[in-house]
Nanobody, 127 residues
Framework: QLQLVESGGGLVQPGESLRLSCAAS??????????IGWFRQAPGKGREGVVC????????IYEDSVKGRFTLSRDNAKNTVSLQMNNLKSEDTAVYYC??????????????????WGRGTQVTVSS
């Protein structure tokens, strides 16, 4: 089983930036074989997909509102995925989770296809 740990959350003002990281660990895994997705859950709302990076490095955006503001990259040598969030808005406030999927090269369509989840990191955007 893959362990995922998110970091980098915090409190920022609208228009500012944050960089979240997802670090993977486990026994005998090859990080290159995992698709990594980011999800978020705002207070009182359901979980929603934000963005995903495939094993080949291609990025799929699940949530249109982050287009042009969020970028995703992976460093397979360090077993990490980084989510750069720019021009943050109050509606981006949520707990952000990273999740891993294996078995296919590209980003899945549904969150239930991800098998391993981190515990989340809080992002609060407020003036």
């Amino acid at each position: 089983q893959l362990q995922l740990v998110e970091s980098g959350g915090g409190l920022v003002q609208p228009g500012e930036s944050l960089r979240l990281s997802c670090a993977a660990s486990g026994f005998g895994f090859n990080f290159e074989h995992y698709v990594i997705g980011w999800f978020r859950q705002a207070p009182g709302k359901g979980r929603e997909g934000v963005v995903c990076i495939s094993t080949t490095g291609s990025v799929r955006i699940y949530e249109d509102s982050v287009k042009g503001r969020f970028t995703l990259s992976r460093d397979n040598a360090k077993n990490t995925v980084s989510l750069q969030m720019n021009n943050l808005k109050s509606e981006d406030t949520a707990v952000y989770y990273c999740a891993a999927h294996t078995g296919r090269l590209y980003c899945p369509d549904y969150d239930y296809e991800y098998s391993d989840w981190g515990r989340g990191t809080q992002v609060t955007v407020s003036s």
